[in-house]
């Protein structure tokens, strides 16, 4: 089983497409070259995943690398927009996939709970850190632990869906007051912010994917988002007291005049990333999952420990 340690180690890298014509191997390094210049040398020991975007042709070559490292491929679109995943799948623990498959409706409401807390909490903290404390937010932050309190006596999965909803809504309005925000309105693009949320919750969600990989889940079948078709619930689930850092990225980048409207152009009655400025975006959501790296590994080690082993103590995160 990979400890910290050694994932400590480990880079996600991302590539354009246009550099994917220049990758070779040199002794077990990944190398992507301009000409005779060598602009990224890694070695394959230390990549953890790799984000390949745009459009472009792989070998079977690459593939059985990546697969022979352990390393997780996620290919997305020009307009980032995840369309394949290729990674170091480990099938064989069937006594996990026995656990999960086993768990009482109890047992699993039991967790959803804990999630559901997990993120509220963190909700609450992003709320709580603002500076400029008005009637309005202090409001808000009363009627969230009111929420919050009334969470682990959840009696079924519709309450505590509503109770999510209540206090998320609640959360979006008051935390995102100061850039304009109307409403949460998940893969619309109806706006600059909402089309910004969905990016970084999409790399958030494959990093989740690709931890839950090294201990073999099924990421199809989850606790909290329940089992449909072709979705991948448990990285959803295990996405949720994480999504916070998100949020709190994509403040701080408005605060800090990051974000340029120039950048988004308005198509067909949504905002669209030109191609040109994706990397930019990109780069603030990867560098901000990155610093929680640490905190995502043992989140899911743990939670790995909870299901396997009938722990008491469900994995804990708070953000900072």
């Known amino acids: 089983m990979l400890q910290f340690?050694?994932?400590?180690?480990?880079?996600?890298?991302?590539i354009e497409s246009f550099d994917t014509k220049n990758i070779s191997f040199e002794n077990e390094n990944l190398l992507i070259k301009d000409g005779d210049h060598i602009k990224t040398k890694v070695s394959l020991y230390k990549i953890f995943a790799i984000f390949l975007i745009g459009e472009t042709t792989i070998t079977s070559v690459l593939i059985r690398k990546f697969q022979e490292f352990g390393i997780t491929l996620i290919m997305l679109k020009r307009n980032l927009l995840p369309y394949l995943v290729i990674g170091n799948h480990t099938e064989g623990n069937v006594i996990l996939r026995k656990?999960?498959?086993?768990?009482?409706?109890?047992?699993?409401?039991?967790?959803?709970?804990?999630?559901?807390?997990?993120?509220?909490?963190?909700?609450?903290?992003?709320?709580?850190?603002?500076?400029?404390?008005?009637?309005?937010?202090?409001?808000?932050?009363?009627?969230?632990?009111?929420?919050?309190m009334q969470i682990d006596d959840a009696p079924s999965y519709e309450s505590l869906l509503g109770y999510e909803g209540n206090i998320s809504k609640i959360f979006f309005q008051t935390y995102f007051q100061s850039i304009g925000w109307q409403r949460r309105e998940p893969r619309t693009k109806r706006d600059i912010q909402n089309l910004l949320l969905d990016i970084g919750y999409t790399y958030l969600f494959h990093f989740i994917e690709a931890l839950l990989r090294l201990y073999g889940f099924d990421n199809y079948y989850g606790v909290y988002h329940r089992t449909w078709y072709q979705r991948k619930s448990l990285a959803l689930d295990i996405m949720e007291p994480f999504r916070c850092i998100i949020d709190k990225t994509l403040l701080k980048a408005y605060n800090l005049k990051q974000i340029n409207r120039k950048d988004f152009k308005f198509q067909n009655g949504h905002y669209m990333l030109p191609w040109e400025h994706s990397k930019k975006y990109s780069r603030i959501f990867l560098e901000a999952i990155m610093s929680y790296k640490k905190e995502m590994f043992y989140f899911t080690k743990n939670y790995y420990k909870y299901v396997i082993k009938g722990r008491e103590h469900f994995p804990e995160f708070e953000i900072c």
Not at 5 to 14: G, I, M, R, Y
Not at 107 to 120: D, F, G, P
């Open 99 to 148: 656990k999960q498959y086993e768990a009482t409706e109890g047992e699993m409401l039991e967790i959803a709970k804990h999630i559901v807390h997990l993120k509220t909490r963190n909700q609450l903290k992003l709320l709580k850190n603002t500076r400029d404390k008005n009637e309005d937010l202090k409001k808000s932050i009363s009627q969230a632990q009111t929420i919050l």
């Open 5 to 14: 340690p050694d994932f400590d180690e480990k880079q996600v890298l991302f």
